[in-house]
């Protein structure tokens, strides 16, 4: 199999982010950046099934040359190969897409994992578009019946499931009530759920083999990609911030307050 991953850069959780006096933009002085967590988990369900089924991992991801920080992390977890998609400029949800479909077309895949979403602006939306730019089937949200203290997560036994034939892949996903399984022919696009793996962690020997590994730059230039902004961020704003807590004396006085100020009763 050839599965194609996505690896965002993105600010990491950690950081005190700000919204600068103006609204334009956050703060990104002193922020320190990660790949994107639900990414991240694409890239373990990657080589697990390339592990389970042979073939390579490649990995992508957009921006300038600081998203190499990521693309050599994927790597040194086991990604054979990175694509280095050299756009510094701004990009809505449908510009990635349009990027990342034309990555698809060269790459030709049998499969697409993408994080649901991202951890910075949590769109939720990159994944659906790409379908629908290829004319794939695609799978939401995937995740497994077990848990992640079970033996088949200690085993590191992949839980997307590709038919012997390599044909299709069966995907179990969340939805609101429970779990929902879903079958696409391939290929197909799959994002990324919480639940679906617990990353490993790069090792010493694969952090020093990441360093030798190929990255191709390309840009949407060469790759033929319409990326102008369709969308317009307008302004950013802080979160009100929240009122302080009060202690009371008994429970009566809890009741009294949830029934009469808060109305939560």
Known sequence: MKILVTAKRVEDPESKIKVKPDGSDIVK?????????????????????????????????????EVQEQLRHALAMGATRAVWVNHAGAL??????????????????????????????????????????????????????????SEQEKSKTPALHVAADGKSV???????????????????????????????????PGIMKAKSKPIEELTPEKLGADVAPK???????????????????????LVDKLRNEAKAL
């Open 92 to 149: 809505d949800q449908m510009g990635v897409a349009a990027l990342l479909q034309k990555v698809a077309d060269k790459e030709k895949p049998d499969l697409v994992i993408l994080g649901k979403q991202s951890i910075d602006d949590d769109q939720n939306q990159v994944g659906q578009y790409l379908a629908e730019y290829l004319g794939w089937g695609q799978a939401t949200f995937a995740s497994k019946v077990e848990s992640l203290e």
């Open 29 to 65: 002085e002193g922020l320190k950046y990660k790949i994107n967590p639900f990414d991240e988990i694409g890239v373990e369900e990657a080589l697990r099934l390339v592990a389970k089924h042979g073939g390579e991992v490649v990995v992508v991801s957009i921006g300038g040359k």
């Open 170 to 204: 069966r995907v179990v996903r969340e939805v609101d009530n429970g779990l929902a399984t879903v079958e696409c022919t391939l290929p197909a696009i799959v994002t990324t759920d919480l639940r679906l793996n617990l990353p490993r962690y790069a090792s010493l």
């Open 231 to 253: 969308i317009q961020v307008l302004k950013l704003a802080s979160p009100p911030a929240r009122k302080a807590g009060i202690k009371v004396p008994d429970v009566a006085t």
